[in-house]
């Protein structure tokens, strides 16, 4: 199968380099289609040990807060859970209760397409802005239609204004 190409001849998105400002290649995939809205992260700060995140889970299920969006990394001894939830006021008061470490983080939630060259289109318009993705974690099922993203830009409103129209 031959390599796609952009509108330029460049072999794939990585290698085309376009002028600061310009548009990403248009003809790499298909437009993507986006819904964006910011939210409320919390990082929770674990001890890396079995059970420590099922009891975390477990307070959250019996408060009826939903886990939208999940990821964890790990050191030596702690894990740092970064969760979207459907209450994080009352979820990171309940933390707070039971003695969990918990910080609230803006981020941005991007419901998109699940096509290829979407995350690259979005990295290319927030470069282009000078907008810096500090991290990011997204899901999809391997059929699914849909995708989410959780984004944390250095700049939530102007990642978002940069971004409404995608």
């Given at each position: 199968m031959p390599a796609r ?112 060259g979407v995350l690259g ?7 282009n802005a000078e907008v ?35």
């Amino acid at each position: 199968m031959p390599a796609r190409q952009c509108s330029l001849g460049r072999a794939n998105s990585f290698d085309c380099q376009h002028a600061r400002g310009a548009a990403p290649c248009g003809d790499m995939g298909e437009q993507a289609r986006i819904k964006i809205e910011s939210a409320t992260q919390l990082a929770v700060f674990l001890s890396n040990r079995p059970g420590a995140l099922a009891r975390v889970c477990e307070e959250l299920a019996g408060a009826e807060i939903n886990i939208h969006a999940l990821s964890i990394s790990d050191t030596a001894d702690h894990s740092v859970v970064r969760m979207a939830v459907s209450d994080p006021t009352k979820a990171l008061m309940l933390l707070g209760e039971r003695g969990v470490l918990a910080l609230e983080t803006e981020v941005l939630m991007i419901e998109t397409e699940n096509h290829p060259g979407v995350l690259g289109q979005i990295a290319h318009r927030l470069a282009n802005a000078e907008v810096n993705i500090e991290y990011a974690y997204m899901a999809a099922t391997l059929n699914s239609t849909k995708g989410l993203m959780i984004l944390r830009p250095d700049d939530v409103e102007k990642a978002q204004q940069v971004l409404h129209d995608l």
